[in-house]
């Protein structure tokens, strides 16, 4: 479903992205891993056009490398960036129909469908979204992102910051997505909810991939974790 070959990204004159590699299957959940500061946020917003990527990023068969962000999301690749941006003086509702990719041809998923799986969305449905707390900007920037039917969601860094009961919601939120049969890039400090959800894990050192196995391999490999996560 997406392939990156060979990514390279730049802030300015420094390099961040040293030719990132990976792949994500169709329905596959990736967790890519590592510590702060090693280019994971910026490999996504390099698939996503938010910053000029140099290489190769494949989606769908179709290369986008270099495609404007709008017209990523428009192919069925969706991203929840982790300043949970949201329209702060629009309802929680409003909010979400902005979500809507094609006003004629609703996708798998509905206002209410947002609505029930969060309760406290539901609540305050009609209230402007600034008054939200931290943890429901990040479910209201998750539900408005699916209300545009991707394929394939990047989600970055969700847990950040929120309560232990939300950040088992958010991980709860995601598993859901999974099942639907949505393909999920997260990127996500929490070892407890990255092992949980992926089927397979990417750690991330200086700018490219460092290794790659499934949940149980990963555990196995304490040099792995001693090396590039622990602080």
């Known amino acids: ?121 539901r609540a305050r449905a009609d209230n402007p979204a600034g008054v939200l707390s931290g943890g429901e900007k990040q479910m209201l920037t998750m539900c408005r992102t699916l209300m545009g039917d991707p394929e394939l969601i990047i989600i970055d860094e969700p847990t950040e910051g929120l309560a232990p009961k939300i950040v088992q919601q958010i991980g709860d939120m995601i598993a859901e997505i999974a099942k639907t049969g949505v393909s999920i890039l997260l990127v996500e400090q929490k070892l407890s909810i990255a092992l949980r959800i992926a089927d397979r894990v990417y750690v991330m050192g200086h700018g490219e991939i460092v290794y790659g196995g499934t949940p149980d391999e990963f555990k196995a490999r304490d040099d792995i974790k001693k090396e590039w996560l622990e602080v």
């Open 1 to 121: 479903m997406l392939k990156v070959n060979d990514l390279h990204a730049f802030y300015g004159k420094s390099h961040v992205l040293r030719g990132v590699n990976m792949e994500i299957m169709p329905g596959e959940v990736i967790a890519l891993l590592g510590r702060n500061g090693v280019g994971r946020s910026t490999t996504a917003k390099a698939i996503m056009g938010e910053i000029a990527p140099r290489g190769e990023i494949i989606f769908k068969g179709e290369v986008i490398s270099g495609l404007e962000s709008h017209r990523i999301a428009h192919l069925g690749l969706g991203y929840v960036p982790e300043s949970r941006d949201i329209f702060p003086a629009m309802t929680v509702r409003q909010n979400l129909i902005l979500g809507i990719k094609n006003m004629k041809a609703p996708g798998k998923y509905s206002v209410d469908d947002m609505l029930d799986m969060f309760p406290n969305l």
